[in-house]
Structures are given as C-alpha cells and as structure tokens.
C-alpha cells in the first residue's frame, strides 16, 4: 500500500496492454491490482477515520496546486499598485503585500512550489536512498562498512546546517534547494531500506530463489523489494511533512526559492517586517504551512498504524531519526533500545489518539 | 563500562572525521572561492588575489588543506575567519553562552509543560480536557518553531503593541530586556518538545496506572495524588529522559533560524552569516561543532540512561 496508490486510485483506468506481444499467454487481468488498491484504500479510509481526513485535505492540497493558475484570483507576481497593503476585502480576499501582490493567489501558488520540491525530494532520495540502503545491505561486508559510515556522517550534521551550507553553496534556486533537501533526507530512506533488506534476506523464499540459480540483480528486485517496499513509503509520507518544513525554513532564511517565486517560507519572510500594520502577511501563509504539514504527518501517522506492527516499529524510529539522529543506534545503543520500546508504546495510541484499555 | 564508553567514543571520533572529509569536498566542489567573492567588489588585480589565496593556504590541493586543518584540531587551532581575521576558536566561544542558554532553557520548558499536560491528560482520560490537550499537542507537532514564532510575534505586535527589543544584551547586563528577547525564542523551540514529551508521558502514563504495582499502592490506601504524582509519574520520567535527549540536538539545529529571526547572536548566526560569506573556516568550524556536540551528547544521555535505569544494562536485552 502506497501513498502514490492512494493518491491516484481516482483513476482507475488499467493501463493497457502492450500492442507489440499478441503471441505471449494471457497474462493474469491486471485489474486485480486495481482492485486490489481499491480495497486496500476503503480498509484504511474504514480503519483510520483520522488518516482519511488526512487523505481528503492531501487531495485537496494537490488539486489546488496543480490548478494553481486557475483557481487563483489573480497572477501572484503581478503587483497591484494602488492596492499596497490593503486588509482583506472583497476584492482582495485575503488582502495584498507590500508591492500590492494578492495574497489568497501567491498562498495557493506556494502551495504548488511545496508540492514540486516536497514531490521531487522526496521521490529522489526515496528511489536513492532505497537504492543505496538494498544494494549495502545485500551485498554487505566492506561496501556496505563504507557506504553506512558515510550515510552516519551525513545524519550527524544537523539537517538545517547541512541544508544552509549545501544551498549557499550552490545559489538559491528551486532545482538547488531540491539538490540540497535530496542529500539531507537520502540517509533516512538508506537506513530503513537497508534494514528491511536485512531482514527480507534471510527469508526462506530468498534462498529458494537463490538455490534455483537466480542472480542477484533478479532477487533484489523481485523478492527483496517487493517485500520491503511498504515501510519505505510510509515513511515518504512522513517525510515529506519535513520536507516542506524545510522548504519553508529555507526560503525563509532566502536561500531557498528565489524572490519573485511565491513561497511560503519567502512570504512569511516577507511579512516579518510589517507585523503589526498587515498581520494577514504572517497569518495566511502560516496557516497554509501547517495545515499541510498537518495532514501529511497525520496520513504518515495512520498509515504506519494501518500496516504490520513491524513496520511500524521501525518507521518509528526511522522518523524519530530524520532529522540527523540516525546515528544513535550505533552510538548509543542503551539509549536506541529504551527509546524504541519507549516509542512503541506511543505507537499503539496511534500516536494521534486512540489509547487501548490499559491491562488490569 | 569504561572499554563500552570508549568505544563509543572511537566510533563517535570516526563519525566527525567522515564529516570533516565531506565537509570539505562539498565545498570545494563548487565554483567560486572566498577570495573571488572578496575582491569582486575591489576590483583587485590577479597578483592581489593570488597573494591573498596563498595567505589563507587555498592555492593548495583540497587534500593538503584538510590534512593542515586536522593537524590544526589536534592542536586547538581551528583556523581563522576570512572575514574579520580573527581565530575561529574565540568567534565560536563568544557566542556559543547565547545558544546554550536558548537550547537549556527550551529543553525546560518543553519537559515541565509537556509533563504537565502529558500526565493532566493522562488523568483526565477520555475527557474534554484531555481530548483539547492532545489536540493542542498535535497541533504543536506540526506547526514548525519558526512559524510558532512569527505567530506569536504577530499575536503580541497586533493585541499588545509589544516586540522584543531589538538588541541583544546579556543576562547579566540588563536582565528585563535579555528576557524579553530571550522569551518568543525559548516558547518557541520549546513547544516541539513539549508536544512529543506530552504525548510520550501521556501513554506512558497510562501504562503504568494501568498497572499492578500501581493498584498495589492504591490498595493500601494512598492518596491519589501521591498515586499519580510519586509512583505512575516516577516510572515515566525515564521516558522523557529519553526523548529529551534525542530532542536536544534538534533544538541546538534549530535555533539557525531562531536566532537570525530575533538577533540572537549566537552559533546558529555565527554559521548563517559565514555561510553567506563563505568564509570556509568558520563554516566548516561551525559545521563540525554541531556533529561533535551531536555524537558526544548522545553519548553521554547513553551513559546516563544506563546509569539511572538498572533495567538497561549492557549485553542484557529489554524486555
């Protein structure tokens, strides 16, 4: 069950066979997948009411910034002006900044910036890091030595300064601040890949594969990633509510997106400095920001709920560990082990609520 | 023990040299260097800028140079700053007191409110109290520190007419205008942690007044205060330990922006300024000292918490 899947089961069109093989048997009707998907979805929207709600505010986050320039009442760079700082009016929804840009448009506009770079980002490090994390786990011995020193190396920098240093260092831009976010965030998705790979290896069926002469490039991908896939996208879900804090802070700090783009880090930026005379500058983007990380940490939240108890043990810690901790299971292991059976108890309130009777 | 924390220590010193490496092939991986950006504006000569590049040793391969910087650590000598040509040591000390102070007293707050609300919550359970508590919780979970900052900046600028005065002064100095500064700061970073402590003693909580030994103290006829206070909370705060320790390193992380948004001059600002100058010595300075106070602080919370919980001990698995 993935986010992707979740998201696109709207369209529940099978895709279509390929012209070009007539003479191949009829392979097994790919709309079983299909249904399969449906049925996985309407489980989870029956069994985490929280997490749909989620699901229903993420689509409607994405339908609007995909019609960005259709739902918004205005350009969001085009200035306005004879309309400066304007409180929110009739014509103005939710008022104009300090070149006379209308708000309600640069907020639903930033909504599209933090889905590009929430998108890209995390689609880029989940397919590297899952890369690194499976290939160092299988193969194990130096490569695997060599390439997790590494990944620790980069997790022990704390992720604001890594992003600080790698963005300046390249110029602010939306490509670079992707570039930048990629390099902090990989580690995590290596780590939990590598984890899961780990485990899967030592499985009956993997050596099965392996006894009847399959090669390793057959193995990885068509038993150790199938079986593994799933925590790496619960956490993609949890992570992408980081990456668009992080978008924010960075361009925030304006090295991020560049100024004419509208963003929402670059907005309350822009807002600090008229506090008291247009507080609707802080308040708007504010509340776009955290509603959607919101959401995303809630669907991240019931979808780790949803799936297998180990899963959700290791998701868990992983995302205890996003931001630059991953290295203290190594380090501390004392502190690793009390902290995940500490965690595991705040798994099964669900994080978000439901706590189970207590045993009497 | 002592070969165990050793151990931990060769692994931790490792780690730091792996960022140093990476550290500095990052930065020499991309065009333009401090002096470039330096003499642009001068409009210096060709000889002028070799001369200064020579000066700062950067005419030399990126191996030499990581070589004379390691060589400089071992002898406390962490470079000097481009800029104002001062030793990087004494720029660093001067500003790490400011950090210290907004990331000890954030940790504070966020584990008193977060206590309080964790264990209200968990008394009140099922309640309105507690179902408005665990939202808030939530809510702080999501909302990121610098946000909460700017709300409530724009809160007290709109209802009050009051922002916090614009330069710093130490707490010694004029201690009503460091705390004013200090406040939106603190409240900020803390509520983070608040939010996770909250939710972590409020299950935690629940667990242990569920639990035998707890209707064992109830049995014999012990106020319910003291129930809740002495022995369910007790149990609990070996959690929050936990849990803060893995907090504080975000927290140090996170007062970049703190500090920029509210003129706090500490490392946080130290390193977002010499990021914008480029100015390499006090980056990759600043940079380390984040991993190293990182490795060396989770090491010693690790320490600690097998200290204080006879329960975790080397070698003996949990249960």
């Known amino acids: ?360 | 023990m002592i070969a165990y924390a050793l151990r931990r220590l060769g692994y931790g010193a490792v780690v730091l040299v792996l960022v140093t490496v990476i550290v500095f092939v990052i930065m020499r991986l991309v065009p333009g260097d401090a002096v470039s950006l330096q003499l642009q504006e001068v409009g210096a000569s060709k000889e002028e800028a070799d001369a200064l590049r020579a000066e700062f040793g950067l005419d030399a391969p990126v191996w030499v140079q990581l070589w004379n910087w390691l060589g400089g650590v071992v002898q406390g000598d962490l470079g000097t700053s481009f800029y104002s040509r001062e030793p990087v040591v004494d720029l660093f000390l001067a500003r790490v007191p400011v950090t210290i102070q907004l990331g000890l007293l954030a940790i504070l707050v966020g584990s008193l409110l977060g206590l309080t609300i964790g264990v209200v919550a968990a008394v009140t359970r099922g309640s309105a109290v507690d179902g408005t508590l665990r939202l808030i919780a939530v809510a702080f979970l999501s909302v990121p520190n610098f946000v909460v900052a700017l709300l409530t900046l724009t809160a007290l600028a709109i209802w009050f007419a009051w922002s916090p005065p614009l330069v710093y002064a130490g707490p010694t100095e004029d201690f009503a205008s460091w705390a004013q500064q200090v406040a939106i700061p603190v409240l900020a970073l803390g509520t983070g942690g608040m939010a996770a402590v909250a939710r972590l003693t409020r299950s935690s909580m629940l667990e242990s007044l569920g639990s035998d030994y707890i209707r064992t103290v109830r049995a014999k006829g012990v106020r319910e205060k003291t129930v809740v206070l002495k022995h369910a909370l007790r149990n609990s705060t070996i959690a929050v330990l936990t849990l803060l320790g893995l907090e504080l390193a975000t927290i140090l992380g996170g007062t970049v922006i703190i500090e920029q948004m509210f003129g706090l001059p500490g490392t946080g600002q130290l390193i977002y300024q010499a990021v914008l100058d480029r100015d390499y010595p006090v980056v990759v300075a600043c940079t380390i000292f984040y991993a190293a106070l990182f490795v060396i602080m989770i090491i010693v919370i690790d320490l600690l918490y097998a200290l204080v919980d006879p329960r975790i001990r080397h070698g003996r698995a949990l249960s």
């Open chain 1, 1 to 360: 069950m993935t986010q992707e899947n979740l998201l696109t089961d709207t369209q529940p069109a099978a895709p279509p066979r390929p012209a070009c093989a007539p003479a191949e048997a009829p392979r097994p009707p790919r709309r079983s997948t299909v249904r399969r998907v449906v049925r996985g979805v309407r489980d989870f929207v029956r069994a985490q009411p929280l997490g749909a709600t989620a699901l229903v505010l993420i689509c409607l986050f994405v339908l609007i910034a995909i019609l960005a320039p259709v739902v918004a009442p205005y350009d969001p760079i085009v200035q306005h002006r004879r309309n400066i700082l304007e409180p929110p009016s009739a014509e103005f929804l939710l008022g104009t900044d300090d070149l006379g840009r209308d708000v309600l448009s640069r907020a639903i506009h930033g909504a599209r910036t933090s889905l590009v770079i929430g998108v890209m980002t995390t689609l880029i490090s989940l397919a590297l890091g899952t890369a690194i994390g499976v290939v160092s786990g299988y193969f194990g011995r130096g490569l695997d030595i060599v390439i997790q020193r590494v990944m620790d190396a980069v997790q022990a920098i704390p992720g604001i300064v890594l992003l600080l240093f790698i963005a300046v260092v390249l110029g602010p831009s939306v490509r670079n601040t992707i570039i930048a976010l990629t390099v902090v965030i990989t580690p995590s998705f290596n780590r939990i890949a590598r984890a899961e790979t780990l485990r899967v290896r030592q499985e009956p069926y993997v050596e099965a594969a392996r006894a009847t002469g399959a090669g390793a490039p057959r193995i990885l991908t068509r038993h150790i990633l199938p079986n593994m896939i799933a925590s790496v996208f619960t956490l993609g879900s949890l992570i992408f509510a980081g990456v668009i804090i992080a978008e924010s802070a960075l361009s925030f700090l304006g090295i991020g997106a560049p100024p004419p783009t509208p963003s929402w880090g670059l907005m309350l930026s822009e807002g600090v400095r008229y506090v008291e005379r247009a507080p609707w500058l802080i308040v708007v983007p504010a509340i776009a920001l955290s509603i959607a990380v919101f959401s995303f940490n809630l669907l991240g939240d019931a979808l780790r709920d949803h799936l297998d108890p180990r899963v959700q043990r290791l998701v868990v810690q992983e995302r205890r560990g996003w931001w630059g901790r991953r290295l203290i299971s190594r380090l501390a292991p004392s502190l690793a082990q009390g902290a995940e059976r500490l965690e595991s108890t705040d798994t099964r309130t669900g994080g978000t609520g439901r706590v189970p009777d207590p045993p009497r």
